[in-house]
T-cell receptor
Framework: EDQVTQSPEALRLQEGESSSLNCSYT??????LFWYRQDPGKGPEFLFT???AGEEKEKERLKATLTKKESFLHITAPKPEDSATYLC????????????FGKGTRLSVIA | ETGVTQSPTHLIKTRGQQVTLRCSSQ?????VSWYQQALGQGPQFIFQ???????GRGNFPPRFSGLQFPNYSSELNVNALELDDSALYLC?????????????FGEGSRLTVL
């Protein structure tokens, strides 16, 4: 069974204080690993797809990396508007496999 | 280009009742999937429709059912509501059936069962 574990559950940062969020996963053949951002009361918003170990993607202050067992979302010099819940999901290769999401990391950036 | 829209945004039902939630997919998308998100949890896959056929289902009982229409809009129906059905129901659209994890989500329908 595919599984995703995200840590920490919650993270509080000062504006400008860089940090990383972790996503550990087990999957029988990885089709892709996905990062989403979710604001309170809204649906998730797609950020990145990573397909193979060693791959990296960047968008503004965010950078996602992937190894064979985990992914990191690095946040450089965060701003208050980066406050949100960040969700990690995996999709396996076999059949009609849907996304399996973790519980997310709730990030608060304080000015 | 219009995004994914869901209705209603909020609703309250009592145990045993039935509910229908609606979703209009993003223009050009032919695949719709539904997720249930309980408070403090990640979204859980309910089922997916591709070209009007269900082509994937998660671990949800048969009282959760759905439809996709020729214009690719979709409905989620839940019968015999239980207290644990209280959650945010998310619709997501994409193109091409299973294979893409780049989903475009609506803002969700918040269901409260009393």
């Amino acid at each position: 069974e595919d599984q995703v574990t995200q840590s920490p559950e919650a993270l509080r940062l000062q504006e400008g204080e860089s940090s990383s969020l972790n996503c550990s996963y087990t999957v029988s053949g990885l089709r892709g690993l996905f990062w989403y951002r979710q604001d309170p009361g809204k649906g998730p918003e797609f950020l990145f797809t990573l397909y193979s170990a060693g791959e990296e993607k960047e968008k503004e202050r965010l950078k996602a990396t992937l190894t064979k067992k985990e992914s990191f979302l690095h946040i450089t010099a965060p701003k208050p508007e980066d406050s949100a819940t960040y969700l990690c999901a995996v999709q396996g290769r076999s059949g009609n496999t849907p996304l399996v999401f973790g519980k997310g990391t709730r990030l608060s950036v304080i000015a | 280009e219009t995004g994914v829209t869901q209705s209603p945004t909020h609703l309250i039902k009592t145990r045993g009742q039935q509910v229908t939630l609606r979703c209009s997919s993003q223009s050009g998308h032919n695949t719709v999937s539904w997720y249930q998100q309980a408070l403090g949890q990640g979204p859980q896959f309910i089922f997916q429709y591709y070209r009007e056929e269900e082509n994937g289902r998660g671990n949800f009982p048969p009282r959760f059912s759905g439809l996709q229409f020729p214009n690719y809009s979709s409905e989620l129906n839940v019968n015999a509501l239980e207290l644990d059905d209280s959650a945010l129901y998310l619709c997501a659209s994409s193109f091409g059936g299973v294979g893409t994890g780049e989903l475009f989500f609506g803002e969700g329908s918040r269901l409260t069962v009393l």
